[in-house]
């Protein structure tokens, strides 16, 4: 194979471009089968098979670092409930109600929203561009929300959908700021493998609550494989895309696949889904892209480091 498909420019724009769709395929997959599977089920089918995926290739991390992991149990809780519960399940219980593509462009804005929240809570310094890039990613939030009509904020006739989708993104913000304050890192595999451990074990009680009062997953060969789709495509490959990608063009360029994944996401929905693209979304991309891109534009390591963080599948990160 020639060196320009290994290593070149055409193979780290086309990662890129496979990382960022591969980040959309949450809220696509999520949305096709909301009203099939539950939520709290999906979320913790789709982390307990990720965690399978990964343990051969995680357990010798788990077993070095285990010391660590058992010291900080109750982290990796905290970790678990804003991670893989309120930014996975709530978010499936958005995707019940609201778009695909409203879904992603929400999401997208969480790399401004990491640097707002952190300039409250952390005290970390932020520039002029950056306000402005957060207050335009959180105008396009606000016409996604109204569906282009402000005039819904008066009435209270915003999507619960969107409002629960929200909360999944400022959960994953709040979860990103938590990572960011645990001291000398874990081996990207291993911490993957830890942090959806801990979702599993904060998911599972509620699980067995869903599964008796409210419905069972409905397990059959499409259900199945809709869960394998979620952990394998928009979590597992998608953390090896993001970190191949970062080794290949850097962190800063890379992070901006987040942003890409809103556009992927649209086209899938319309294709896939039956869903039209619809003016307010249009304006809400013209918010939400530049806002994102002007508060996390390099030339801040912390700016930096943060996107880098926002990123990655784990998530959801969507």
């Known amino acids: 194979m020639p060196p320009l498909f290994r290593s070149g420019p055409f193979a780290a724009y086309s990662l890129y471009l496979i990382g960022s769709a591969l980040l959309a395929s949450n809220p696509v997959v999520g949305r096709a089968v909301a009203h099939v599977v539950p939520p709290i089920g999906l979320a913790f089918w789709r982390w307990l098979i ?50 695909a593509t409203n879904a992603s462009l929400i999401y997208a804005t969480s790399p401004a929203m990491i640097l707002g929240i952190a300039a409250v809570w952390l005290g970390d310094a932020i520039r002029p561009r950056q306000v402005l890039g957060i207050l335009l990613a959180m105008a396009g939030v606000l016409v996604i929300l109204t ?10 006739t915003v999507s619960v959908g969107d409002l629960l989708v929200l909360t999944g993104a400022v959960s994953w ?63 597992v ?44 979304h249009l304006v809400g991309v013209l918010f939400v892209l530049p806002g994102v891109t002007l508060a996390t534009l390099p030339g801040r390591r912390a700016a930096t480091v943060t996107a880098e963080e926002a990123a990655p599948a784990p998530s959801k990160a969507l």
Do not use: C
């Not at 069972?216 to 928009?234: C, D, K, M």
């Open 173 to 235: 913000s709040v979860y990103t700021i938590l990572l960011r304050q645990s001291g000398a890192p874990l081996p990207v595999v291993t911490a993957f493998a830890a942090n959806a451990f801990a979702g599993v074990l904060v998911l599972a009680p509620f699980y067995a609550w869903e599964s008796v009062a409210v419905r069972p997953v409905p397990f059959s060969v499409v259900t199945f494989l809709s869960i394998v789709a979620v952990a394998l495509f928009a979590s």
């Open 50 to 99: 990720a965690f399978l995926i990964v343990l051969p290739f995680a357990l010798r991390g788990l077993l070095v670092h285990r010391h660590r992991l058992l010291r900080e149990w109750r982290r990796y809780l905290l970790l678990g409930v804003l991670g893989q519960g309120i930014s996975g399940a709530i978010v499936y219980y958005g995707l019940e109600r609201t778009s």
């Open 237 to 280: 490959l998608a953390l090896l895309a993001y970190q191949k990608t970062i080794a290949m063009m850097g962190a800063a360029r890379a992070s901006t696949a987040l942003y890409v994944s809103p556009l992927w996401a649209a086209l899938a929905s319309m294709l896939l889904l039956d869903e039209p693209l619809q003016g307010f």
């Open 147 to 156: 569906r282009g009509d402000l005039e819904a904020l008066r009435h209270l």
